[in-house]
């Protein structure tokens, strides 16, 4: 219960800090679109790399995302839950991509930057030098599955966020997100224990070559005895 309502105060306060400077940026203060700008960039960015798995792509939706933001500065007031909308926005412009464009870039192995947050499922198994391999799970999953993954687990946004976002209800946001996690989970084990396979062959093989050498060492090593002991007694 103390989780929730320090993410909940945590949420209010945000909300809060958007309203009054969507309040400046519609009284023509442009340096208050900025703020908005720098507070909101990492994660929209995040969520389209993500959800696209094109860094390059993703760029150029962020830009978009907020070029739709700054056009539409007058409906701004008007919606109560900003992160919601600008989620919705960036949703809407990853989808158009995709309509667009079939095929898509792999992602590079680069450092991902998180929010700073707690650690979640995805992002533990990110920290632990994975970034590459989950981001090819996230590439197997479907879309719907993988939004809904990012939109939790990487931006840490509620239910009812996701929910007004993806527009569907709450219980459906719940079971793709079980499913996502299910999937993923599944997906990591089945890698981690071939990869485990693969290091226990490895360290078989080199055992056995480690022994090989070893008596052929030996092997030499009483050879050269025996060549001494004939030239002492010759």
């Known amino acids: 219960g103390e989780d929730n309502s320090t ?5 209010v306060n945000s909300e809060n800090q958007d309203h009054l400077t969507i309040a400046a940026f519609q009284n023509g203060d442009e340096f208050a679109f900025v703020t908005l700008y720098n507070r909101h960039k990492e994660g929209i960015y995040l969520f389209c790399r993500k959800v696209l798995l094109d860094d390059s792509a993703a760029k150029d939706v962020m830009q978009e995302t907020f070029l739709r933001i700054y056009e539409n500065r ?4 008007k919606t109560d839950a900003f992160r919601s909308w600008i989620y919705t926005i960036a949703r809407n412009q990853c989808y158009n991509y995709m309509r667009r464009n079939k095929r898509y870039v792999a992602l590079d192995p680069i ?6 947050q707690a650690l979640t499922p995805v992002t533990e198994m990110e920290k632990s030098e994975q970034i ?17 993954l990012v939109l939790r687990e990487y931006q840490n946004l509620t239910y009812d966020e996701i929910a007004q976002i993806m527009r569907t209800s709450v219980s459906s ?7 996502a996690r299910r999937k993923l989970a599944q ?27 070893s008596g ?15 030239k002492l007694y010759n």
């Open 216 to 230: 052929e060492h030996r092997g030499e090593a009483l050879d050269r005895s025996s060549v001494s002991n004939r």
């Open 111 to 116: 450092s991902e930057v998180l929010p700073p």
């Open 173 to 179: 946001v719940k079971s793709r997100l079980f499913k």
């Open 7 to 11: 993410e909940s105060d945590a949420h």
């Open 132 to 148: 590459a391999l989950v981001n090819r799970l996230l590439r197997g999953l479907k879309v719907e599955y993988r939004e809904v």
């Open 187 to 213: 997906e990591y084990a089945q890698i981690s224990a071939r990869r485990e396979e693969a290091l226990r062959s490895r360290e078989r093989s080199l055992d056995s070559a480690n022994r090989k050498q």
């Open 74 to 77: 007058d409906r701004l007031l």
